[in-house]
């Protein structure tokens, strides 16, 4: 079966850095999402990698390992506003999305 | 870019109406949209997916009859939720996918604000 697998829950402190980790096993590889939900809203896209190697976006990174069926999204210089759910998602080779279930972040001050 | 609106934004009515969820692409063609369904705390639940030209194809367990899709053009699709009953109470999201367009990431879907829905 497909599977993608993140933390339940995550806590860091405000200004400090946080990994967010998510593993998959899936029929097939076109590439791995990462959004961002805050309560109440819908998702918004914060990055996509196909190969392997980090992506940096300002304050947020993206990782993938192929190999390993492993990625992370890192958040740097963590503000009270990144709190929210994180949302890993795999396209498989049907190009169907298969979606993880979410690691909640919450910072504290 | 990639906009996407959705209307409306919530809507509270009685068990055994309809309701009628509008999506649209604002600044891009869609050539794939996508519905889906979040009770409180969970996850997203894909319940359909329609591609241009063609019928939804609906996620098993959601019954097509009950949650009708109409693709209408490559910026409008909309979800009418057929005799909702309170079970039905849920976060609606619409999600698009386009192609061939600088405003949008390939395979990559962008969500509508979503649609609260109340049934009483």
């Known amino acids: 079966g497909q599977n993608i697998d993140q933390p339940t829950e995550m806590t860091a402190t405000e200004g400090a850095i946080v990994q967010i980790n998510c593993t998959y096993q899936t029929s097939g590889f076109n590439g791995l999402f990462w959004y961002q939900q805050h309560a109440g809203e819908a998702p918004t896209f914060l990055s996509y990698n196909v190969l392997d190697g980090l992506e940096e976006k300002g304050r947020f990174s993206s990782f993938l390992s192929r190999s390993k069926g492993y990625s992370y999204l890192l958040l740097k210089e963590l503000q009270m506003k990144d709190s929210a759910s994180y949302l890993c998602?795999?396209?498989?080779?049907?190009?169907?999305?298969?979606w993880g279930a979410g690691t909640k972040l919450i910072i504290k001050p | 870019g990639a906009v996407v609106s959705q209307h409306p934004s919530w809507v509270i009515c009685k068990s055994g109406t309809s309701v009628k969820i509008e999506c649209r692409s604002l600044d891009f063609q869609a050539t794939t949209m996508f519905w889906y369904r979040q009770f409180p705390k969970q996850s997203l639940m894909l319940m359909a997916t329609s591609n241009e030209g063609s019928k939804a194809t609906y996620e098993q367990g959601v019954e097509k009859d009950k949650f009708l899709i109409n693709h209408a053009s490559l910026t409008l699709s909309t979800l009418t939720v057929t005799s909702a009953h309170p079970e039905d109470s849920s976060f609606y999201i619409c999600?698009?996918?386009?192609?061939?367009?600088?405003?949008?990431?390939?395979?990559?879907?962008?969500f509508g604000p979503g649609t609260r829905l109340l049934v009483l």
């Open positions: 999600s698009l996918k386009g192609e061939d367009n600088p405003r949008v990431l390939q395979e990559t879907q962008y």
């Open positions: 998602a795999v396209l498989d080779s049907n190009y169907q999305l298969i």
